[in-house]
T-cell receptor, first 113, second 116 residues
Framework: GQSLEQPSEVTAVEGAIVQINCTYQ??????LSWYQQHDGGAPTFLSY????GLEETGRFSSFLSRSDSYGYLLLQELQMKDSASYFC??????????????FGKGTHLIIQP | NAGVTQTPKFQVLKTGQSMTLQCAQD?????MSWYRQDPGMGLRLIHY?????ITDQGEVPNGYNVSRSTTEDFPLRLLSAAPSQTSVYFC?????WGRGGSDTQYFGPGTRLTVL
């Protein structure tokens, strides 16, 4: 089977930097994605890592270490609108090209003024 | 482009009733999928399709059927609703399959289903 672990809740201050970690155990692995979901909304894609290293997209960065089965999402210059749930999701090398996502349970990010 | 659309937004069913959740995309995407999300949980894959006429099961397929007669539409059918199927259902699509996550998955707004 497969499992993903991420903290259930993280609190940070507006303007600060926060890191949300994700560890995974899977029988196959193709890449790691991050999604943002506001309350009552749909998940929206943030980033994707297939190779080790850091991917930067504006205020958001994502890191992957395949040897450690570990990744993180880094949010800089936090804004109140960043208050949301953040999900890591692995894409398994299923051999059938399914490309279905296996999600973690999500991290609820609370931003304080 | 409207993106991924889902109907209805809300639905209440009685145990044993059947219904179809509709999903459509206007981006000519090959790959479409259905997820369910339960409180405090991540999304779980129900069924997916890599093209018209091709469907397969995901992690939690029991109690659900799908078909893909056109590229645009991917309806999800609940055969005999049960309280355990109370959830929020999301449809998603992406341009092509077989490329891992390099193509963005676009999610619809969701259908909130309650089974009494």
């Amino acid at each position: 089977g497969q499992s993903l672990e991420q903290p259930s809740e993280v609190t940070a201050v507006e303007g600060a930097i926060v890191q949300i970690n994700c560890t995974y155990q899977t029988s196959g692995f193709y890449g790691l994605s991050w999604y943002q979901q506001h309350d009552g909304g749909a998940p929206t894609f943030l980033s994707y890592n297939a190779l080790d290293g850091l991917e930067e997209t504006g205020r958001f960065s994502s890191f992957l270490s395949r040897s450690d089965s570990y990744g993180y999402l880094l949010l800089q210059e936090l804004q109140m609108k960043d208050s949301a749930s953040y999900f890591c999701a692995v894409i398994l090398d299923s051999g059938g090209g399914a490309d279905g996502l296996t999600f973690g349970k999500g991290t609820h990010l609370i931003i304080q003024p | 482009n409207a993106g991924v659309t889902q109907t209805p937004k809300f639905q209440v069913l009685k145990t044993g009733q059947s219904m179809t959740l509709q999903c459509a995309q206007d981006m000519n995407h090959e790959y479409m999928s259905w997820y369910r999300q339960d409180p405090g949980m991540g999304l779980r894959l129900i069924h997916y399709s890599v093209g018209a006429g091709i469907t397969d099961q995901g992690e939690v397929p029991n109690g659900y059927n799908v078909s893909r007669s056109t590229t645009e539409d991917f309806p999800l059918r609940l055969l005999s609703a049960a309280p355990s199927q109370t959830s929020v259902y999301f449809c998603a699509s992406k341009r092509a399959w077989g490329r891992g996550g390099s193509d963005t998955q676009y999610f619809g707004p969701g259908t909130r289903l309650t089974v009494l």
